[in-house]
Nanobody, 138 residues
Framework: QLQLVESGGGSGQPGGSLRLSCAASGATLDGYDIGWFRQAPGKEREGISCISSSGGSTKYADSVKGRFTISRDNAKNTVYLQMSSLTPEDTGVYYC???????????????????????????????WGQGTQVTVSS
């Protein structure tokens, strides 16, 4: 059974940076697409980034594009989310999630609607971490 544990959250200042980690155990990550989601108080869980099982494809929500970078190190069984130029709107609980690999197939077939849906819909993911809190304030 795949288990995910997020770490690296905490408090940051506007304009600052944080790096989140998502460490897997119980199975190797190399057969899974990984998504990062966040949930602000009173809001729905939002998909902000995803990465294909190979690491060759990454997608970002408009709200974080150019500021956040998702990456993975399958040898370490870990996925990262580097967050820069933080704003108070980035405050929330951040979750990583895993789904059986499909993004690379969607991309090869040009199924861009499916790619977008994969990155933003929590229901596409089977395994979730417990979340890590990120608070951005001055």
């Amino acid at each position: 059974q795949l288990q995910l544990v997020e770490s690296g959250g905490g408090s940051g200042q506007p304009g600052g940076s944080l790096r989140l980690s998502c460490a897997a155990s119980g199975a190797t990550l190399d057969g899974y697409d990984i998504g990062w989601f966040r949930q602000a108080p009173g809001k729905e869980r939002e998909g902000i980034s995803c990465i294909s099982s190979s690491g060759g494809s990454t997608k970002y929500a408009d709200s974080v594009k150019g500021r956040f970078t998702i990456s993975r190190d399958n040898a370490k069984n870990t996925v990262y989310l580097q967050m820069s130029s933080l704003t108070p709107e980035d405050t929330g609980v951040y979750y990583c999630a895993a789904a059986g690999e499909r993004l690379d197939t969607y991309l090869k077939r040009g199924w861009m609607v499916a790619v977008q849906a994969m990155c933003v819909k929590p229901s596409n993911y089977d395994y979730w971490g417990q979340g890590t809190q990120v608070t951005v304030s001055s």
